[in-house]
């Protein structure tokens, strides 16, 4: 019930693609879902976060899908630049912002 | 968004030893939260930690074991307790203003245990 489940696990894209990384969640209570990205010796940075009364949020080059009924969102990247090489983490939680859940993890490279 | 400081920022520490992690933010937060990443991993919430009472922990994290003090609205404490090589580990603070504001985090404190 509390699980996020994200995939892949890693990803390699190469300059100016399209990057995309799934979330899926089990918990219809969940009604805020961030996205975290994280540098190497660094704590996370909040990317860019949706609620479940929207299908897509987008902030620059990066675009949350969110489709409640098949309890799924995705992160896409665009025009992908080596900069964006990270590790990635789709979250959710309920209650607000608070207790978030967190998916394993995408590991980005962006090839130039 | 508040800067958020966590010391130490590595320890290299003793089995069966304890580590206080401090977290302080240049403005006022109505919450608090310890997390726990292990290495190559996701991350774990351990406990919220609340203003002037005791902290509310997640399942499968006890307070002897993770000790958490909140004094006030800028700053945290986390101990690590009688520490063994299984809790090496990432622990990260994050902060919010309100229930629904997001959440922001610290560089962490990376910690190994010999």
């Known amino acids: 019930q509390q699980q996020v489940k994200q995939s892949p696990q890693s990803l390699i894209v190469q300059k100016g693609g399209i990057s995309i990384i799934n979330c899926a969640y089990e918990n219809t209570a969940f009604d805020y879902f961030p996205w975290y990205q994280q540098f190497p010796g660094k704590g996370p940075a909040l990317l860019i976060a949706i609620r479940p009364d929207v299908s897509e949020k987008k902030e620059g080059r990066f675009t949350i899908s969110f489709n409640k009924s098949a309890k799924q969102f995705s992160l896409h990247i665009m025009d992908s630049q080596p900069g964006d090489s990270a590790t990635y983490f789709c979250a959710a939680s309920y209650e607000g912002a608070q207790k978030l859940v967190f998916g394993q993890g995408t590991r980005l490279t962006i090839n130039p | ?114």
């Open chain 2, 1 to 114: 968004s508040a800067v958020i400081s966590q010391k130490p920022s590595r320890d290299i520490c003793q089995r069966g030893t304890s580590l206080t992690i401090q977290c302080q933010v240049d403005s006022q937060v109505t919450m608090m939260f310890w997390y726990r990443q292990q290495p190559g991993q996701s991350l774990t919430l351990i406990a919220t930690a609340n203003q002037g009472s005791e902290a509310t922990y997640e399942s499968g994290f006890v307070i002897d074991k993770f000790p958490i003090s909140r004094p006030n609205l800028t700053f945290s404490t986390l101990t690590v307790s009688n520490m063994s090589p299984e809790d090496s580990s990432i622990y990260l603070c994050s902060v919010s203003g309100t229930g629904n504001q997001p959440q922001h985090f610290g560089d962490g404190t990376r910690l190994s245990i010999l």
